[in-house]
């Protein structure tokens, strides 16, 4: 998966958790403790968040790490050895 399909990939997500609570991106940062600023540029794809600012964001929102989609699953990375 290249950088820019994972951003966007966590960017649908964040957006899709944020509001499936009510919230605004101001209520995201401040209950994360992380910038407006930092809430934005992830949500609309400009960045990837480091893994710290995954954990705070995923910490806010009551999921894990993983369940923002920016972290690619074990199955997704080991090769499948049931073909060999």
Partial sequence: M??????????????????SRGWTQRQLAERARISLEAVWTIENGRKHPRRSTARLLAEALGVGPRDLGGERSRAEVAPDLSRI
Avoid at 2 to 19: C, F, I, K, P, T
């Fill in 2 to 19: 290249d950088e820019q399909h994972g951003a966007g990939r966590v960017a649908e997500r964040l957006r899709a958790l944020r509001r």
